[in-house]
């Protein structure tokens, strides 16, 4: 294997500690809601994480005889959040959660067993399997995580106040990007079983000059297209936009609460006066519509490449900073250094080549991009349809990362992606200025 079955293991019981924490925060009676309408309640992620580790590495990667094959389906894959596709089951539908417990704890056994003594062979012999399965379980800490932050009062166990509340607001600036050549993806000859498959194959390309934002929108500079009336004006947004407002209701972001003449943002354990300083969380339809009234536009992935990882000298960095390993709240808002967002500008140290702040950490990246395949392509063998399901013009990429993303991510071929109209990611965006 190219991963000792010691540090596998030390990997995922990392991980299942991760995701344990989440869980309890929870009081009981939560783990039956459903926080957002178009994902499960939280209690299938209780057998989720298990059902999906135990699928791919003990019964497809060595075959076991199933132990629950009703369990095995029923939590097996989770749900995208596209407009209008809502569970509609009850709460009542679900197995009782001791007997969930129960088996997600076998589960877990039996995964720990066989990454100890199984004779693996094919992905497995190669580590990259599990490898992906940590990965998925720290993929889902952060959707547990937002999750959370849309519960009701009462639901979570007290937990701490959020840090950072204050802060200085900075005022926009631009940063012009000289013209120069970006390389995305992961390179399979060198790297075949570290990435998934959206990311392969490493490729350069060209990416002309442009003027992009030096520090992400800020919740100040969102709220003056708030208070302009930014949401009532329909030249700025899609018509698919425009149909989710007027269908949802939707006339601030997520993340924002109106109360006594003012606004509220809701943190994980608190709600708080909005933090200016902070940086605007917001849907793809959302920073694309800001964009248009700002006369401007999103960054393409290739140029958030060029920003983040491009060189006045034409080299490429392994991170906005350099070669140095991540450091969480020192390089960025990332690798769970906080639990909410903190001030744009706080981590200087993560400054790319060109002088752009803020390209990982303290929120992902919208982007332009439409998620679609690299060339060369070639799924997953154990998951076929973890990209290629989405490869359907409806999603759009997202590079960086937040609080809640675990440093494995900050590789530079790493893509997440969403659509358009899910309000609930911890997603921040910056303009690129037409003829600047």
């Known amino acids: ?49 298990e059902a999906f580790d135990w699928n791919l ?21 989770g749900i995208d959040p596209l407009d209008g596709n809502l569970p509609r089951d009850d709460a009542a539908d679900w197995p009782g959660l001791d007997a969930i417990r129960t088996w997600a704890q076998q589960a877990r056994r039996d995964v720990d067993a066989d990454l100890a003594s199984g004779p693996f062979t ?26 959370l932050n849309r519960l009701p009062d009462g639901a979570l166990r007290p937990g701490p106040a959020p840090s950072f509340v204050t802060g200085r607001v900075q005022e926009p600036s631009l940063v012009r990007i000289p013209a120069g050549r970006a390389t995305l993806g992961l390179g399979r000859a060198r790297a075949p079983h570290l990435g998934w498959d959206n990311e392969y194959d490493e490729h350069t390309v060209d990416v002309p000059a442009f003027t992009v934002d030096r520090i992400p929108v800020t919740n100040a500079e969102y709220l003056r297209f708030v208070e302009a009336g930014g949401y009532r004006e329909r030249r700025y947004w899609s018509d698919a936009a425009w149909a989710w407002l007027a269908r949802d209701g939707v006339t601030q972001p997520r993340f924002w609460r109106r109360a006594n003449g003012g606004w509220r ?101 919208w982007t332009s991009t439409v998620f679609a395949p690299f060339e060369g392509f070639t799924p997953l063998p154990f998951y076929k349809g973890y990209s290629a399901d989405f490869f359907d013009g409806r999603h759009f990429v997202l590079k960086g990362a937040s609080a809640h993303t675990d440093v494995t991510f900050l590789r530079r071929s790493f893509r997440n992606w969403f659509q358009p109209h899910y309000p609930h990611v911890f997603a921040k965006f910056r303009c690129v200025l037409e003829g600047a």
């Open 265 to 365: 943002w809701k943190t994980l354990f608190a709600e708080v006066p909005l933090p200016l300083a902070w940086p605007v969380y917001v849907s793809h339809a959302e920073a694309t519509a800001f964009a248009t009234w700002r006369g401007a536009r999103l960054m393409t992935e290739p140029e958030w490449h060029r920003a983040a990882l491009g060189t006045p000298e034409g080299l490429e960095r392994t991170f906005p900073w350099g070669a140095e390993p991540p450091r969480p709240g020192v390089h960025g808002n990332f690798g769970f250094a906080s639990l909410d967002p903190v001030p744009v500008g706080a981590a200087p140290a993560g400054r790319s080549a060109f002088g752009v702040d803020e390209l990982v950490g303290n929120g992902w990246e």
């Open 122 to 147: 094919g992905w497995l012999a190669e580590g990259w399997a599990a490898h992906l399965a940590i990965e998925h379980r720290l993929m889902h800490a952060e959707t547990l995580a937002y999750l």
């Open 1 to 49: 294997m190219s991963e000792t079955r010691d540090s596998l293991l030390a990997r995922f019981r990392m991980a299942r500690a991760r995701t344990d924490a989440l869980f309890e925060w929870l009081t009981p009676q939560a783990l039956l809601d459903r926080p957002i309408a178009e994902r499960h309640r939280l209690v299938f992620y209780v057998g989720h994480l």
């Open 57 to 77: 590495i003990s019964r497809d990667g060595l075959g076991r005889a199933s132990r629950n094959a009703a369990f095995e389906r029923l939590f097996a894959f």
